[in-house]
């Protein structure tokens, strides 16, 4: 098992910034590919970043290309998101996922509780 939990959500204005954490526990975090995904009300969830383990690739979807960053720290069990340059559209729960093959879509194995972003105009 591996325990995921997030933090850093919360209101921001249009153009603004947030980083969101994610800090694993359990099972070694070693060999995990890790995943930022959302989900904004009435909609499903959607992939947003991966990043690969030890870290040397990184995806993105189109919609955040340019103004997202994913990174982890390995020594610190944690995976990040830098959001910048954020809009309205960007306005939903945030989840952290797991997985040990890296995965550009929504099917991982282990998720956190989700933090909310939201995005005001």
């Known amino acids: 098992q591996v325990q995921l939990v997030e933090s850093g959500g919360g209101l921001v204005q249009a153009g603004g910034s947030l980083r969101l954490s994610c800090a694993a526990s359990?099972?070694?975090?070693?060999?995990?590919?890790m995943g930022w995904l959302r989900q904004a009300p009435g909609k499903e969830r959607e992939f947003v970043a991966a990043?690969?383990?030890?870290?040397?690739?990184?995806y993105y979807a189109d919609s955040v290309k340019g103004r997202f960053t994913i990174s982890r720290d390995n020594d610190k069990n944690t995976v990040y998101l830098q959001m910048n340059t954020l809009k309205a559209e960007d306005t939903a729960v945030y989840y952290c996922?797991?997985?040990?093959?890296?995965?550009?879509?929504?099917?991982?194995?282990?998720w956190g509780q989700g933090t909310q972003v939201t995005v005001s105009s």
């Open positions: 996922a797991a997985n040990r093959r890296l995965v550009v879509g929504t099917s991982y194995d282990y």
């Open positions: 359990g099972r070694t975090f070693r060999y995990y590919a």
């Open positions: 990043i690969s383990w030890p870290g040397a690739n990184t």
